[in-house]
């Protein structure tokens, strides 16, 4: 039967070589992802920058650090502590100690991250004068960069102006500027600009150093590589590395899914294309077993090929996708594929794999076919849904349905959740295309039932062939059905978060306007005071912090929290809550969301605030968990260190909008800031889709889409090409070219309009689970289904699948059919 496989590989070439192109891009689609995904599991050792040359650093606490029955558990501190002024009273004692203080800096021209420093820390960094001299006085500055040229002078964000004096050289980059936009004051203005110090540099010997440090829980001391640990958020890499994780685990589920999804049922069209040939063949004597050995051996041959040809498109273009990541800013700039093997191996024989499985059930089909399958006139599939395929679809329909209940009964918030939202579909589109033959063909009447009554036989003959080709309409569906649904399911599911957290915003703000400072700055106090001196405004300033508390006494969770007085808060702001008052807010107390496991009014729980303090509080109310987002609230007393970032302002009785208006814009005049009304507040904080969530939709859609669609194609050139007899009965019977392509362009038409409804059917399932969830957390229930990114979706599945079936079919007309006119 080898020679036989071969014979047919060379004469149904074209359905071989559709099947060979789903498989390559498949196995190139999983050799990306995982080249990705390996390449982001480790990253490089990075030394350290702002203090590469410093002896010591002794840095304050950072971190809070608690011991549980199974370990230490650790969560960053939103206020980190200072070094103790014992620790540096004993510091001094061993030599120079330099004091080292970061704070962001607005200046008019310069780029929006600068940050500012002591110049004596700059030698730590390398920094070496590149033009002009160090800053002396209290209006003179030194910059990194070249947006500023010595002599000029630089309006700053607090009204003031200050003088460019030098520039240095970042180490390493002769253009000028280093790893950060700094701009260096001399240490005296720095220390009035930023009084707190959280690190300092000494120059002694490491062992007496820690020895002055051993004993205090509020210092620790870094030295060699660990100095790097106090540059500017050390932990970037490692975010870098988790963000990467998600987003190349998550793309490459969802287009290993789709590669098999496709490839599968590719081959088994292939297979059930050819029932005549194998009832020629067993009538000419050949066996079931040969026929089952025959079709796999083709497989075989179709896989290997395709599966290396594969690894190589892979290995082409996983280079490239690093380079888009980088470029988006996405992924950190060492990001780069690396040398691995394993994932190739997985690609192989995942597509090798894979297409033996894809012809399976086919092959056994093809060893039942009966001898007079040879002598049949008619194209009308019989048997098109197997006993095993009904179960198989109706078990993951079942399994899908009772997830979905359990995760609505245990932690509906699960559902919003981007992991749960990108993987939940594939459940559901695996088992409607598994029931696809069964839907079909009444699908298919009922779309086709319209054009069915127009004067002619066309409609007719539309809706009659594609119910009579159940598998050849099943195979064309799948890959619309894989575009529609992910297209439907994933933006419609953050089109509804996105309006979901907006309506959130909108009912909770009370205010009349919201002030906020220039980005990455906070109001200071003398700005509060003007703000709160505006006749007619009644103004609540809140400030971000965070608390910690232990669950289960194993989990160390950590809330985002807010800090305000509660007079105004209520004021100003319509808290979600469930049980208790917000006004009952003090210093002794705390309101928390329904996510806390202890989340009773009036129980005390054990906490620890932003700066790791240890207190018990008193739960005050709870608010509901909506979207997730709620946090808790504290007063200032319970936010130490926290700065405000945010004032939101009610009018007064008979205050006029406008003049308050102007008076909080005046008192603004030299701090910097926005004042925004409710509308405009609303708007400006409307959820907007981060890099990382927005670039890993455009990667996850990008190439499921590009696959599917040129599976879709490629499909529909292997069923038109089968089709030549049926063209050249209807071509007899006195149809003319013209009435063919129309006729074949309209079935390929109504065979999309049938996935379409079924994506559709999909995607409106998957968002009416994440409905149900937003209503079991008090969230508001606005499903945004995207009718717009639908439609545009099915529309370019139309002309693919109009273009693939027309050209074949033309050609067809004018080769092989040309001599029936």
């Known amino acids: 039967m080898l020679s036989v496989a071969l014979s047919t590989l060379r004469t149904r070439w074209v359905t071989f070589a559709g099947s060979f192109v789903a498989l390559s891009l498949g196995v190139a689609l999983i050799a990306v992802m995982g080249l990705a995904l390996a390449s982001s599991l480790d990253a490089p050792d ?29 969560q960053k501190l939103a206020h980190p502590r200072a070094v ?39 030698a730590f960094a390398r920094y070496e004068i590149g033009a002009g001299r160090p800053p002396r006085a209290a209006d003179e500055v030194v910059i990194s960069g070249d947006w500023a040229k010595p002599g000029e002078r630089v309006r700053t964000g607090d009204g003031g102006t200050v003088r460019v004096v030098g520039t240095v050289r970042g180490p390493g980059n002769a253009a000028g500027r280093g790893f950060e936009n700094a701009v260096f004051y001399a240490d005296e203005r720095a220390a009035r600009l930023s009084p707190r110090s959280g690190q300092l540099v000494v120059n002694a010997e490491a062992a007496a150093v820690r020895a002055a440090v051993r004993g205090s829980e509020g210092a620790h001391v870094l030295t060699g590589d660990a100095r790097r640990l106090a540059d500017p958020d050390p932990d970037r890499d490692r975010e870098a590395l988790t963000a990467m994780n998600a987003l190349f685990g998550t793309a490459g589920g969802v287009t290993g899914f789709v590669s098999v999804f496709v490839v599968a049922s590719t081959f088994a069209f292939a297979v059930a294309q050819r029932r005549r040939e194998f009832g020629l063949l067993r ?132 559902l919003l959740h981007r992991k749960s939202y990108v993987s939940r579909p594939m459940l559901l589109i695996t088992a409607v295309a598994l029931l696809a ?20 036989a066309g409609g007719m003959l539309v809706r009659e062939n594609a119910a009579a080709g159940v598998r050849r309409t099943a195979a064309i569906v799948a890959p619309v059905l894989v575009t529609v649904a992910l ?3 994933l933006l419609g599911a953050t089109a509804t978060l996105n309006e979901v957290k907006a309506t959130e915003v909108r009912e909770r703000t009370a205010a009349d306007f919201v002030v906020t400072p220039a980005a990455g700055a906070a109001f200071d106090a003398a700005t509060l005071r003007r703000l709160r001196a505006v006749p007619g405004a009644e103004v609540s300033a809140t400030a971000p912090s965070a608390v910690y508390v232990l669950e289960d006494g ?77 946090g808790v609230y504290v007063t200032p007393r319970n936010a130490p260190g926290a700065t405000v970032d945010r004032v ?25 800031g926005r004042v925004l009304g409710k509308g405009q507040w609303v708007a400006a904080s409307y959820p907007e889709t981060n890099d990382t969530t927005r670039i890993g939709l455009l990667l996850v859609l990008g190439i499921a889409l590009l696959y599917t669609g040129i599976s879709l194609a490629n499909t529909m050139a292997m069923a038109t090409s089968d089709r030549v007899r049926d063209l050249a009965v209807l071509r007899l019977a006195g149809a003319t070219p013209w009435q063919l392509l129309r006729l074949v362009g309209a079935e390929a038409l109504m065979v999309v309009a049938v996935g379409a409804v079924l994506g559709v059917l999909v995607a ?21 289904f995207p009718w717009t990114a639908v439609a545009a979706a099915v529309g370019v599945c139309a002309l693919l699948a109009v273009v693939a079936s027309v050209v074949p079919a033309a050609l067809a007309l004018r080769g092989r059919l040309s001599g029936t006119r």
């Open 487 to 489: 297209t439907g399911s």
């Open 46 to 74: 990075r030394r350290p920058e702002r203090f590469a040359a410093a002896p010591v650093v002794v840095r304050g606490a950072d971190a809070l650090r608690v011991r549980t029955e199974s370990g230490t558990r650790a």
């Open 554 to 630: 194993v989990s160390l969770m950590r809330s985002e929290a807010r800090a305000a007085d509660p007079g105004p808060l209520a004021a100003t702001t319509r808290l979600p809550v469930e049980a208790g008052n917000a006004r009952d807010l003090d210093d002794d107390s705390i309101i928390v969301n329904g996510e806390w496991q202890q989340h009773t009014v009036g129980r005390r729980v054990h906490v620890w605030l932003g700066d790791g303090t240890r207190k018990w509080l008193r739960i005050a109310a709870v608010m509901a968990i909506g979207t997730g987002g709620n």
């Open 283 to 414: 009538t000419a004597g050949a066996t079931p077993g040969q026929l089952r050995r025959m079709v796999f051996g083709e497989a075989l041959m179709v896989g290997v090929l395709a599966s290396a040809t594969g690894c190589l498109l892979g290995a082409y273009g996983a280079p490239r996708l690093a380079r888009w990541v980088v470029d988006g800013g996405v992924a950190p700039g060492w990001f780069a594929i690396g040398d691995h093997i394993w994932p190739y191996h997985v690609a192989f024989w995942t597509g090798l794999l894979v297409s033996l499985c894809g012809v399976a059930a086919a092959s056994r089909r093809a060893g039942r076919t009966r001898p007079a399958q040879a002598l049949r006139e008619a194209s009308v599939d019989t048997g098109s849904m197997p006993r095993g395929r009904w179960l198989s679809g109706l078990a993951l329909l079942v399994t899908t349905v009772v997830t979905l209940c359990l995760a609505l009964v245990t932690d509906p918030g699960d």
């Open 84 to 122: 103790p002024a014992g620790v540096v009273a004993r510091l001094r004692r061993l030599g120079p100690v330099v004091e080292d203080r970061s704070f962001a800096v607005r200046a008019r021209g310069g780029p929006g991250d600068l940050v500012g420093h002591p110049w004596s820390t700059a």
């Open 437 to 456: 033959p069964a839907l079909v063909r009444p699908l298919t009447r009922l779309v086709a039932w319209l054009p069915a009554q127009l004067p002619g």
């Open 764 to 784: 409106g399932l998957n968002l009416m689970g994440m409905g149900s969830a937003l209503a079991l957390l008090s969230a508001p229930t606005t499903i945004r």
């Open 648 to 672: 939101d302002v009610t009018l007064a009785d008979g205050a006029d909008a406008s003049a308050v208006a102007t008076g909080l814009r005046k008192a603004l005049r030299t701090a910097g």
